[in-house]
C-alpha cells in the first residue's frame, strides 16, 4: 500500500529563510507526488507535481521539491519565506496502476515569523 | 464561478439527523472524490468514483454513503450523524486518461458540525 510521512507537523522560519517541508513516501510502483497548499478556510491548490518527467520539480509562488528515489523522498524547498507563504502543507501520492486515488500525508503547518 | 463547489458551506446538525452534502463540478472530469479532513490527520479518502457506474470505497467509508447522480454531480450522505464526523469534508476530481500524474481539483470544502 502507498503511503506518505510528512516530518514536521509544525514548522516556524523568519521571513526571509529557507523553507524546508519534508515529505517521504513508500510505493511499490513508480509514484506520482504532489504537493497541495491550503490557506485558511480555503480548499486545496496545487503547488507542483512530479511525473517521471524531471527529478527537480518547479511550482508556484518559487516552491519546488526534489524527487530522490534512492531516499524516497519529495521534500519541498523555497529559498526564501514571505509572510503569504504561512499555511499547511500537504504532500500526496498517486498510484499509477491504475487506482488512481490521492493518498495524503498528515500536513506541515508553515508559519512565517516577521 | 468555481470549478468544484460544494453545498452547503457551514452547517451544524444534531446527533442522529440524516445529513447530504452536495458537490458539482464543471471540469468535466470523470473521477470524483471525497475526502474527510481532521486535525493532525490530513485528508483521509471517504469514496470515490470513476464514472457513474462505479463507486468505491475508502478507507474510512463506515457511517457514509455516496450518489453519482450525473457526471458532474457526487453527493455524500451521513445517514444517522454522530459527534466524531465533525470535520471538513472537501470533495475533488481529477481527469481520466492522462495517467496517475493529473492532478486532483479542490472544492471549498464543507465544515460539518454535529452536536
Known amino acids: 500500500a502507498q503511503s506518505v510521512t510528512q516530518l514536521g507537523s509544525h514548522v516556524s522560519v523568519s521571513e526571509g529563510a529557507l523553507v524546508l517541508l519534508r515529505c517521504n513516501y513508500s510505493?511499490?510502483?513508480?509514484?506520482?507526488l504532489f504537493w497541495y497548499v491550503q490557506y485558511p478556510n480555503q480548499g486545496l491548490q496545487l503547488l507542483l507535481k512530479?511525473?517521471?518527467?524531471?527529478?527537480l520539480v518547479k511550482g508556484i509562488n518559487g516552491f519546488e521539491a526534489e524527487f530522490k528515489k534512492s531516499e524516497t523522498s519529495f521534500h519541498l524547498t523555497k529559498p526564501s519565506a514571505h509572510m503569504s507563504d504561512a499555511a499547511e502543507y500537504f504532500c500526496a501520492v498517486s498510484d499509477g496502476s491504475g487506482t488512481y486515488k490521492y493518498i495524503f500525508g498528515t500536513g506541515t503547518r508553515l508559519k512565517v515569523l516577521a | 464561478d468555481a470549478d468544484v463547489t460544494q453545498t452547503p458551506r457551514n452547517r451544524i446538525t444534531k446527533t442522529g439527523k440524516r445529513i447530504m452534502l452536495e458537490c458539482s463540478q464543471t471540469?468535466?472530469?470523470?473521477?470524483m472524490y471525497w475526502y474527510r479532513q481532521d486535525p493532525g490527520l490530513g485528508l483521509r479518502l471517504i469514496y470515490y468514483s470513476f464514472d457513474v457506474k462505479d463507486i468505491n470505497k475508502g478507507e474510512i467509508s463506515d457511517g457514509y454513503s455516496v450518489s453519482r447522480q450525473a457526471q458532474a454531480k457526487f453527493s455524500l450522505s451521513l445517514e444517522s450523524a454522530i459527534p466524531n464526523q465533525t470535520a471538513l469534508y472537501f470533495c475533488?476530481?481529477?481527469?481520466?486518461?492522462?495517467?496517475?500524474?493529473?492532478?486532483?481539483?479542490f472544492g471549498q470544502g464543507t465544515r460539518l458540525t454535529v452536536v
Open positions: 471540469k468535466g472530469h470523470d473521477r
Open positions: 512530479y511525473t517521471s518527467a524531471a527529478t
Open positions: 510505493s511499490s510502483v513508480p509514484p506520482y
Open positions: 475533488a476530481t481529477s481527469d481520466t486518461g492522462q495517467g496517475g500524474d493529473t492532478e486532483a481539483f
